[in-house]
Nanobody, 123 residues
Framework: QVQLVESGGGLVQAGGSLRLSCAAS????????MGWFRQAPGKEREFVAA????????YYADSVKGRFTISRDNAKNTVYLQMNSLKPEDTAVYYC????????????????WGQGTQVTVSS
């Protein structure tokens, strides 16, 4: 079992930055691919970014490419999402997720989820 706890959300003005963190329990964190997803009010949850177990491969949604960076520190059992040049349309609850086998952009590929952290970008 893996428990994931997100932090770092908040209110920021458009053009600002935030860094989200996701702390994982368990000694097998380094073997899991990790992903970030988000869900805006009235919308379905969507993929944001993913990182392989080693951190050597990353993948981003087109909407955040060039603005967001996913990274991980396996020694700290933590994955990060650095968000720059934030836009009002980035407002959502952000979730981190762990995939025990494989990795990808589909939420059904992920086995464990955090509770989410709210990000609000004002115009």
């Amino acid at each position: 079992q893996v428990q994931l706890v997100e932090s770092g959300g908040g209110l920021v003005q458009a053009g600002g930055s935030l860094r989200l963190s996701c702390a994982a329990s368990g000694r097998t964190f380094s073997s899991y691919a990790m992903g970030w997803f988000r869900q805006a009010p009235g919308k379905e949850r969507e993929f944001v970014a993913a990182i392989s177990w080693s951190g050597g491969s990353t993948y981003y949604a087109d909407s955040v490419k060039g603005r967001f960076t996913i990274s991980r520190d396996n020694a700290k059992n933590t994955v990060y999402l650095q968000m720059n040049s934030l836009k009002p349309e980035d407002t959502a609850v952000y979730y981190c997720a762990a995939a025990t086998t494989g990795w990808g952009t589909d939420e059904y590929e992920y086995d464990y989820w955090g509770q989410g952290t709210q990000v609000t970008v004002s115009s």
